[in-house]
């Protein structure tokens, strides 16, 4: 649904967890588009690194919740955020599905948990006071951008639209739920909501995160004439 992310001589490849990860060179250059400051690159530069922290801690939850219910995964980071590939051969029950897709926000939502309280115990103890007030600056940009990345993204990241983490969830219950066409009904839902917050986001001035939801109802609206054309 979100396009190509085949392998690349470019690519970044590392692994964690005995979790193999690729990091597609669009990545970086999305990363980039979306936190460009030309005023100051150093700023620009934490936002690259910080969108890189949690959205690889949030693919990790995905990825080592399916390790251990025995499927090997692998990570791939691309232009779209990122992915958790795995392959449930055996044992793949509708909690186990729902457990895994709510694992990559959870890992986010206590990311912004430690990053919260370590920057709270830090100011309060003075851990930055012989730092400069240059230095102090970016500590503070670097702060916000986790917390906001990890907290908002991870909001967002749970609304019942696909192919976010919360419309696996709303797929699985709408599988549940209504057996026959299931699938049909979370597209149904996908649709009306990704088109809902993309009007929300663009009078808000939120271009980016709308044309993002326009682009999901687009992708659901393609998928639900699929599915009819086919029944």
Same mark, same amino acid.
């Not at 992310?5 to 990363?31: K, N, Q």
């Not at 839902?189 to 993309?198: D, F």
């Given at each position: 649904? #979100?396009?190509?992310?085949?392998?690349?001589?470019? +690519?970044?490849?590392?692994?964690?967890?005995?979790?193999?990860?690729?990091?597609?060179?669009?990545?970086?250059?999305?990363?980039?588009?979306?936190?460009w400051y030309? *005023?100051?690159?150093?700023?620009?530069?934490?936002?690259?690194?910080?969108?890189?922290?949690?959205?690889?801690?949030?693919?990790?939850?995905?990825?080592?919740?399916?390790?251990?219910?025995?499927?090997?995964?692998?990570?791939?980071?691309?232009?779209?955020?990122?992915?958790?590939?795995?392959?449930?051969?055996?044992? #793949?029950?509708?909690?186990?599905?729902?457990?895994?897709?709510?694992?990559?926000?959870?890992?986010?939502?206590? #990311?912004?948990?430690a990053i919260?309280?370590?920057?709270?115990?830090?100011?309060?103890?003075?851990?930055?006071?012989?730092?400069?007030?240059?230095?102090?600056?970016?500590?503070?940009?670097?702060?916000? +951008?986790? #917390?906001?990345?990890?907290?908002?993204?991870?909001?967002? *990241?749970?609304?019942?639209?696909?192919?976010?983490?919360?419309?696996?969830?709303?797929? +699985?219950?709408?599988?549940? @739920?209504?057996?026959?066409?299931?699938?049909v009904l979370?597209?149904?839902?996908?649709?009306? @909501?990704?088109?809902?917050?993309?009007?929300?986001?663009?009078?808000?001035?939120?271009?980016?995160?709308?044309?993002?939801?326009?682009?999901?109802?687009?992708? *659901?609206?393609?998928?639900?004439?699929?599915?009819?054309?086919?029944?």
């Open positions: 649904m #979100l396009g190509n992310v085949s392998p690349t001589e470019f +690519d970044l490849r590392f692994s964690l967890f005995g979790i193999p990860i690729r990091v597609h060179p669009l990545f970086w250059v999305m990363a980039a588009f979306m936190g030309p *005023n100051d690159p150093k700023i620009t530069l934490i936002w690259i690194a910080c969108v890189f922290i949690s959205i690889l801690v949030h693919e990790l939850g995905h990825a080592v919740m399916a390790k251990y219910f025995g499927w090997p995964p692998e990570i791939v980071l691309y232009h779209f955020g990122g992915l958790a590939i795995y392959q449930p051969y055996s044992g #793949l029950t509708t909690q186990r599905s729902i457990i895994i897709s709510a694992a990559g926000p959870m890992a986010g939502f206590g #990311l912004y948990g919260f309280f370590f920057r709270y115990f830090s100011v309060r103890y003075g851990m930055w006071d012989g730092f400069s007030e240059q230095a102090r600056f970016y500590i503070g940009i670097a702060f916000h +951008d986790l #917390l906001f990345i990890n907290l908002i993204w991870g909001l967002i *990241n749970l609304a019942p639209v696909l192919p976010l983490d919360g419309g696996h969830i709303c797929e +699985d219950i709408c599988k549940t @739920v209504k057996r026959s066409r299931g699938d979370a597209i149904q839902i996908s649709m009306v @909501v990704a088109g809902g917050l993309a009007v929300y986001f663009f009078t808000h001035q939120q271009r980016y995160a709308g044309i993002m939801f326009a682009l999901f109802a687009f992708f *659901n609206y393609q998928a639900y004439q699929s599915r009819n054309n086919i029944w």
